[in-house]
């Protein structure tokens, strides 16, 4: 099998693009603890490995505790996460599948319920971001790990 192209290098100012958007998405109103934690949710539900391995990475960098970071895909049932980061879970969710009938109104109250308007909007923003940068790697098969050096992700120390 033939190696993928590299998307990145084939269109260079959409990439430059797409990461200040995604660096402005993330300067927004919502703490980058649960920023990592939407990362980790959307890539895991898209099935990005590239993004997976990198947002654990981060997460583990900036000081989360290793078991929520296993606990990431079964939120729901675990007892780790606050009321508020499960409700940008459950609409990291809603945004990432989209089904055919949209958010459900039980999510989008859940969320108003935890958030401000312009957190909804910046936490909008965020899983938007994530996803169309899981799409790009997915589809172009970015081997994970393989930015570990030029992202300083090789000192997170997992065995």
Same mark, same amino acid.
């Given at each position: #099998?033939?190696?993928?192209? +590299?998307?990145f @290098?084939?269109?260079? &100012? *959409?990439?430059k693009?797409?990461? &200040?958007? =995604? #660096? *402005?998405?993330?300067?927004?109103?919502?703490e980058?603890?649960i920023?990592?934690? /939407?990362?980790?949710r959307?890539?895991?539900?898209?099935g990005?490995?590239?993004? *997976?391995?990198?947002?654990?990475k981060?997460?583990?960098?900036?000081?989360?505790?290793?078991l929520?970071? %296993? %606990?990431?895909?079964?939120?729901?049932?675990? +007892?780790?996460?606050?009321?508020?980061?499960?409700a940008?879970?459950?609409? =990291?969710? @809603?945004? =990432?599948?989209?089904? /055919?009938?949209?958010?459900?109104? &039980?999510v989008?109250?859940?969320?108003?319920?935890?958030?401000?308007?312009?957190?909804?909007?910046?936490?909008?923003?965020a899983?938007?971001?994530?996803?169309?940068?899981?799409?790009?790697n997915?589809?172009?098969?970015? /081997?994970?790990?393989?930015?570990?050096k @030029?992202?300083?992700?090789d000192?997170?120390?997992? +065995?």
């Amino acid at each position: #099998m033939s190696q993928r192209l +590299n998307a990145f @290098a084939q269109s260079p &100012e *959409l990439f430059k693009k797409f990461v &200040e958007f =995604t #660096m *402005l998405a993330k300067s927004g109103t919502i703490e980058k603890s649960i920023l990592d934690l /939407v990362d980790i949710r959307a890539s895991q539900i898209n099935g990005c490995g590239f993004c *997976l391995d990198m947002h654990i990475k981060q997460a583990k960098l900036a000081g989360e505790r290793e078991l929520r970071l %296993h %606990h990431v895909a079964i939120w729901r049932e675990s +007892n780790q996460f606050s009321a508020r980061e499960r409700a940008c879970l459950a609409w =990291t969710e @809603a945004l =990432t599948t989209l089904g /055919v009938h949209g958010v459900p109104t &039980e999510v989008y109250e859940r969320v108003r319920g935890e958030l401000s308007e312009k957190e909804i909007s910046d936490l909008s923003f965020a899983v938007m971001a994530i996803n169309g940068w899981n799409r790009l790697n997915v589809g172009f098969q970015t /081997v994970p790990g393989s930015a570990d050096k @030029a992202y300083g992700l090789d000192k997170a120390q997992f +065995n």
